[in-house]
Nanobody, 126 residues
Framework: VQLQASGGGLVQAGGSLRLSCEASGRTFSNYVLGWFRQAPGKEREFVAAIRRSGSGKAYADSEEGRFTISRDNAKNTVYLQMNSLKPEDTAVYYC????????????????????WGQGTLVTVSS
Protein backbone atom coordinates (compact mmCIF):
# COMPACT_ATOMS: atom_id res chain seq x y z
CA VAL A 1 0.00 0.00 0.00
CA GLN A 2 1.25 3.50 -0.84
CA LEU A 3 0.68 6.32 1.64
CA GLN A 4 0.68 10.04 0.92
CA ALA A 5 0.57 12.45 3.86
CA SER A 6 -0.45 16.08 3.54
CA GLY A 7 -1.75 18.99 5.55
CA GLY A 8 1.38 20.13 7.34
CA GLY A 9 2.39 23.74 7.57
CA LEU A 10 3.25 26.63 9.83
CA VAL A 11 0.89 27.40 12.70
CA GLN A 12 1.07 29.51 15.83
CA ALA A 13 1.10 27.93 19.26
CA GLY A 14 -2.44 27.19 20.37
CA GLY A 15 -3.61 26.68 16.82
CA SER A 16 -4.89 23.61 15.02
CA LEU A 17 -4.03 21.54 11.98
CA ARG A 18 -5.56 18.48 10.38
CA LEU A 19 -3.24 16.08 8.66
CA SER A 20 -4.46 13.65 6.03
CA CYS A 21 -2.95 10.48 4.69
CA GLU A 22 -4.40 8.93 1.57
CA ALA A 23 -3.67 5.33 0.71
CA SER A 24 -3.64 3.57 -2.61
CA GLY A 25 -2.67 0.23 -4.03
CA ARG A 26 -4.40 -2.21 -1.70
CA THR A 27 -7.60 -2.49 0.30
CA PHE A 28 -7.35 0.35 2.78
CA SER A 29 -9.72 -1.19 5.31
CA ASN A 30 -7.40 -4.19 5.72
CA TYR A 31 -4.82 -2.07 7.54
CA VAL A 32 -4.32 -0.58 10.94
CA LEU A 33 -3.15 3.00 10.46
CA GLY A 34 -0.84 5.01 12.62
CA TRP A 35 0.78 8.41 12.90
CA PHE A 36 4.35 9.01 14.01
CA ARG A 37 6.50 12.09 14.20
CA GLN A 38 10.18 12.88 14.16
CA ALA A 39 11.67 16.13 15.38
CA PRO A 40 15.17 17.23 14.31
CA GLY A 41 17.82 15.25 16.12
CA LYS A 42 15.28 12.97 17.80
CA GLU A 43 14.02 9.46 17.23
CA ARG A 44 10.74 8.78 15.52
CA GLU A 45 7.95 8.61 18.09
CA PHE A 46 4.46 7.22 18.10
CA VAL A 47 1.50 9.57 18.05
CA ALA A 48 -1.65 7.51 17.50
CA ALA A 49 -3.11 4.41 15.87
CA ILE A 50 -6.56 3.34 14.74
CA ARG A 51 -8.07 -0.06 14.08
CA ARG A 52 -9.32 -1.16 10.66
CA SER A 53 -12.92 -0.34 11.48
CA GLY A 54 -12.07 2.83 13.37
CA SER A 55 -13.63 1.43 16.54
CA GLY A 56 -10.41 1.26 18.52
CA LYS A 57 -7.77 3.95 18.94
CA ALA A 58 -4.53 4.32 20.82
CA TYR A 59 -2.58 7.45 21.65
CA ALA A 60 0.76 8.37 23.07
CA ASP A 61 0.30 9.76 26.56
CA SER A 62 1.63 13.19 25.64
CA GLU A 63 -0.93 13.73 22.84
CA GLU A 64 -4.10 12.21 24.18
CA GLY A 65 -6.73 14.88 24.58
CA ARG A 66 -5.15 17.25 22.06
CA PHE A 67 -4.88 14.94 19.06
CA THR A 68 -7.61 12.82 17.48
CA ILE A 69 -7.07 10.10 14.91
CA SER A 70 -9.87 9.08 12.59
CA ARG A 71 -10.32 7.32 9.29
CA ASP A 72 -12.72 7.24 6.37
CA ASN A 73 -12.45 3.86 4.68
CA ALA A 74 -14.63 5.03 1.79
CA LYS A 75 -12.05 7.72 1.03
CA ASN A 76 -9.00 5.57 1.82
CA THR A 77 -7.86 8.30 4.18
CA VAL A 78 -6.70 8.55 7.77
CA TYR A 79 -6.67 11.89 9.59
CA LEU A 80 -4.91 13.42 12.54
CA GLN A 81 -6.67 16.42 14.06
CA MET A 82 -4.21 18.37 16.19
CA ASN A 83 -5.44 21.05 18.56
CA SER A 84 -3.74 23.30 21.11
CA LEU A 85 -0.47 22.89 19.28
CA LYS A 86 2.78 23.60 21.09
CA PRO A 87 6.24 24.44 19.72
CA GLU A 88 7.41 21.00 20.86
CA ASP A 89 4.94 19.45 18.42
CA THR A 90 7.17 20.69 15.59
CA ALA A 91 8.23 17.64 13.58
CA VAL A 92 7.82 15.74 10.38
CA TYR A 93 4.67 13.67 10.73
CA TYR A 94 4.46 10.27 9.07
CA CYS A 95 1.56 7.95 8.48
CA UNK A 96 2.13 4.21 8.53
CA UNK A 97 0.17 1.02 7.97
CA UNK A 98 0.26 -2.30 9.75
CA UNK A 99 -1.51 -5.56 9.03
CA UNK A 100 -2.69 -6.36 12.55
CA UNK A 101 -3.72 -4.68 15.81
CA UNK A 102 -0.99 -6.07 18.00
CA UNK A 103 0.70 -4.96 21.20
CA UNK A 104 3.69 -3.60 19.30
CA UNK A 105 1.44 -1.72 16.87
CA UNK A 106 -0.67 -0.23 19.66
CA UNK A 107 2.36 0.80 21.68
CA UNK A 108 3.94 2.37 18.62
CA UNK A 109 6.98 0.33 17.78
CA UNK A 110 8.00 1.59 14.32
CA UNK A 111 9.23 -1.83 13.22
CA UNK A 112 5.70 -3.19 13.69
CA UNK A 113 4.47 -1.07 10.78
CA UNK A 114 4.94 -2.38 7.27
CA UNK A 115 4.36 0.68 5.09
CA TRP A 116 5.28 4.32 5.50
CA GLY A 117 4.36 7.57 3.83
CA GLN A 118 6.83 10.30 2.98
CA GLY A 119 6.01 12.68 5.84
CA THR A 120 4.60 16.17 6.13
CA LEU A 121 6.28 18.96 8.09
CA VAL A 122 4.46 20.68 10.94
CA THR A 123 6.04 23.81 12.39
CA VAL A 124 4.56 25.44 15.47
CA SER A 125 5.81 28.92 16.23
CA SER A 126 5.81 30.39 19.74
Amino acid sequence: VQLQASGGGLVQAGGSLRLSCEASGRTFSNYVLGWFRQAPGKEREFVAAIRRSGSGKAYADSEEGRFTISRDNAKNTVYLQMNSLKPEDTAVYYCAAATAWTYTVVTGRPSAYDYWGQGTLVTVSS
